[in-house]
């Protein structure tokens, strides 16, 4: 081998290994990356089924009041309506999520 041929080779020996961790370090931290976002889609999916949860809850106390007669049932619709919007707030918030995951 000349001289050229061995100081090349004595590169790749140097780097080879380097470049196994570099790849391996790079695998685990997309490996993390992904199992994080998962977890963040997974968290606003479940907000998200909160938030109908909580207006079915509060559209049937709302329905319940307007069963009754000469009931004043102005703070259920409230309810009703901060209900609707949190709902809204959630669906927008796991639409951002979902598609910066993507």
Known sequence: MDSRARVEQAVFDFLRPQLKAYR????ELARAAANSIGKVVQHAEA???TRRRELKRAQDALEACQAQEDADCSGYVRQVQAAQQALQRAVQGRDVVNEAST
């Open 24 to 27: 391996e370090q790079s695998t």
């Open 47 to 49: 907000v998200v089924s």
